[in-house]
């Protein structure tokens, strides 16, 4: 390793600008300021010191300020690139035909934003790599600047060479006829920290403000770690769910867990009806209350997949808008809902067509239809076929879109003391199709009755502490820099002259305020800032 | 120089514990907030359903045999076109040592029973009331079928209709010592 001898023995890292021992200037640089830099109190940053292997010019290139800037600033034009259109997560398409309804929509521009892949921007791993990047370039970066300076503020010495107290920017020389002593103890009643040597007083400050933006790195940090960590299983899921009213369904993402939609309630405000002066102006009549009470089970331990013989009730809820229902850390959240989409029962009257007498009436649950309905002992209804979404047919053959009954019809085999061999109809809705030839009765449709549906949202967020540790320490940090500052003052005795020197991080008037004190006290020169006299040059002294 | 080396294996380890991160983080990302994705080379989850005659079919059993997953539903099409071909390669493999397990999509009885008899179907069929094996696979699109070995390792995962010579294939992929002919030939 290069080291750099200073004049009073002490060896320094290549690279530093002020001697971390007596604070001689080392640089050719240094030695022509008439103002020390006292960022990091002049240790070298540990990087720009060498630059022997790949991995310290991989550890430089991270280190640099510039870079992060750069890495921030690529971050937030990517992420505000993403705002442009909304995400393919949020559009009213299903993904196989988003990238159609980014044409039909946007246009051109939302066709090439689709096939360049910014529809799905935050999950992009590129995306990804430059907020990792970002956080290597914190990580690393703060570990350069703030170890070293941290040994320089643990190792300083309460004699400084004069050449140092010349160079801070609160400076001034005298006869020595002072106390040092009482200037002590006045320091002392000032809250610094005071530590003497003989013909030397060293006193400071608020050391930790210095810390403060290593204390808000570690935040962010910890912050973004707390985003990671979503991608461990069990930390974090965010599903939904459709929760039909009467059935019981199994909790996507919640293993073992069940959830039975006992009953979907919407409530608007007087019942009132949507007028077509609202609907002009796009306004919906205005809901009260959007609640499914649901019982929420689990699976006894052990039972597989699949097995709900010994469902065990966990709770009942009344789920509304900001009321979920909470379990074992998830949430379930009142989300959508769907009326009158899907139908429950229906009912029908066997009928004699000429008479228009019915025989009785049949009540179909949609969901789990029988194959035979008796009416009495020569009277019965037998279905042949069930179609719960009816789309036409296809060679004769009646066909069903879908599990969900949103357009049923069947194919019915009618029995009665009249037609003992029975006779075949299909029924739909306002359709029916007797496909053998004429019968004498028919199924008549009476009436219907209609599931609700109710939209949840299933969540669990186990990295939340982690985010709110990360966000408070960052703020801690951000106080810390922000509302103190580490001011310091030397007083040297040297060759029958004494030296008083000053220096703070930041807000320079309360440091000279200090100093009034101070020379009121003891019988001090009185400090001038000698940046004063070349006042373009005050800037950049402020940052650490 | 020893410092040097010192603080050279110090970066290092830190670049490397950070790349490791990120890595894993971008890896892992595609699954963020959604359920865990059944891919092949997984236990197959296990899970127990009653079938229409009312036995109980749980995966375990099956261990020692290869078993042919097919999750379906009446109304989608491509599962009924290829389960009549699944009928007749069942009856060729059946004795080979490879069952077929067809689970349907929260369907009533009326109508799973219904399209067997219609479609002549001659396999075991459960049906999945509450989604539960659904989620268990990760199924979204139907038909979609698992094949898994006699070990209960998922070897393979189709979704989209299948000819009666890919069943044929699929099924003689898991005959009982199929893998591990595969594996002493490499």
């Known amino acids: 390793m290069k080291m750099n001898m200073c004049e009073c023995g002490q060896q320094n890292p290549y690279g530093t600008h002020l001697c971390i021992q007596c604070g001689r200037p080392l640089t050719d640089e240094e030695k022509e300021k008439k103002v020390a830099d006292m960022r990091y109190e002049g240790s070298a940053v540990r990087s720009k010191t060498y630059n022997a292997s790949w991995i310290d010019k991989v550890w430089n290139f991270f280190s640099s300020v510039k870079v992060g800037v ?41 066709k090439i934003y689709y096939a360049l892949g910014l529809t799905d921007l935050y999950t992009t791993w590129w995306f990804q790599v430059i907020v990792g990047l970002l956080g290597v370039s914190i990580i690393v970066a703060s570990l350069d600047r703030g170890i070293p300076l941290h040994k320089s503020l643990t190792n300083q010495r309460v004699k400084r060479h004069t050449s140092f107290l010349k160079r801070q920017r609160l400076f001034a020389q005298g006869s020595n006829d002072v106390d040092l002593q009482q200037a002590a103890n006045t320091l002392k009643q000032m809250k610094y920290n005071v530590r003497t040597e003989d013909g030397a007083v060293f006193a400071e400050k608020n050391r930790f403000a210095r810390y403060g933006a290593y204390v808000n790195h570690v935040g962010l940090i910890i912050f973004l770690a707390g985003v990671m960590l979503r991608v461990i299983p069990g930390m974090y899921v965010d599903d939904s769910m459709w929760a039909r009213e009467g059935q019981i369904t199994a909790v996507p993402g919640m293993d073992g867990y069940f959830l039975e939609n006992k009953e979907f309630i919407l409530e608007l405000h007087d019942e009132q009806e949507q007028t077509a002066a609202m609907a002009e102006q796009g306004v919906n009549t205005v809901a009260k209350n959007f609640q499914t009470n649901v019982v929420l089970y689990k699976q006894p331990e052990g039972a597989l997949p699949g097995n709900t013989s010994n469902l065990e009730v966990v709770q009942e809820y009344a789920i509304r808008v900001n009321h979920p229902l909470k379990e074992a850390g998830y949430a379930f959240y009142q989300m959508d809902y769907r009326l009158n989409d899907e139908l429950k029962t229906m009912t029908f009257a066997l009928t004699n067509k000429e008479t228009q007498q019915s025989l009785g009436e049949v009540t179909i649950d949609l969901y789990n239809p029988e194959t035979s309905y008796v009416i009495d002992e020569q009277t019965r209804i037998d279905i042949i076929g069930y179609y719960p979404h009816f789309t036409g047919f296809e060679e004769g053959e009646p066909q069903t879109g879908s599990r969900f009954p949103t357009n049923p019809a069947f194919l019915f085999k009618m029995f009665t003391p009249q037609t003992p061999e029975g006779e075949t109809s299909f029924v739909g809705i306002q359709q029916t199709v007797e496909p053998l030839g004429d019968n004498a009765y028919q199924m008549r449709f009476v009436s219907t009755e209609f599931t609700d549906i109710s939209g949840l949202t299933i969540r669990l967020d186990r990295t939340i502490p982690i985010l709110f540790v990360g966000a408070i320490i960052f703020l801690i940090g951000v106080a810390m820099g922000s509302y103190w500052q580490h001011r310091r003052i030397w007083l040297l005795v040297q060759d029958d002259t004494l030296y008083v020197a000053a220096h703070t991080n930041k807000n320079w008037f309360s440091m000279q305020k200090d100093m009034k004190r101070l020379e009121e006290a003891v019988q001090l020169p009185h400090v001038v800032d000698q940046l004063d006299e070349e006042p373009q040059q005050q800037k950049g002294d402020d940052a650490q | 120089m020893d410092k040097k080396k010192k603080r050279r294996i110090m970066r290092g380890s830190i670049l490397a514990l950070l790349a490791v991160a990120i890595v894993y983080a971008i890896v892992n990302s595609g699954g963020v907030g959604e359920r865990n994705v059944l891919k092949i080379g997984d236990d197959a989850p296990n899970f127990s359903l009653v079938d229409l005659e009312g036995n109980t079919r749980t995966l375990s059993d099956y261990r020692g045999k290869g078993v042919f997953l097919n999750f379906w539903g009446t109304w989608c099409e491509p599962c009924k076109k290829e389960m009549p071909a699944m009928t007749r390669q069942y009856a060729v493999y059946e004795e080979r040592g490879v069952e077929i397990l067809a689970v349907n999509i929260e369907q009533s009885t009326f109508e799973v029973e219904n399209f067997m008899r219609q479609h002549n179907l001659k396999f075991p069929v459960a049906i999945d009331t509450t989604g539960d094996v659904k989620y268990a696979y990760s199924i979204i699109h139907l038909p979609a079928t698992i094949l898994i070995d006699e070990f209960g390792v998922v070897t393979n995962i189709i979704t989209g209709e299948m000819s009666e010579q890919q069943i044929a294939a699929h099924m003689e992929s898991i005959k009982p010592g199929a893998t591990t002919a595969q594996m002493s030939q490499r």
């Open chain 1, 70 to 110: 750069a890495l921030i600033v690529i971050t937030l034009v990517a992420a505000a690139i993403g705002t442009f259109l909304p995400q393919a997560f949020f559009i009213p398409a299903t993904e196989e035909n988003a990238g159609a309804y980014y044409e039909n929509v946007y246009g051109t521009f939302g």
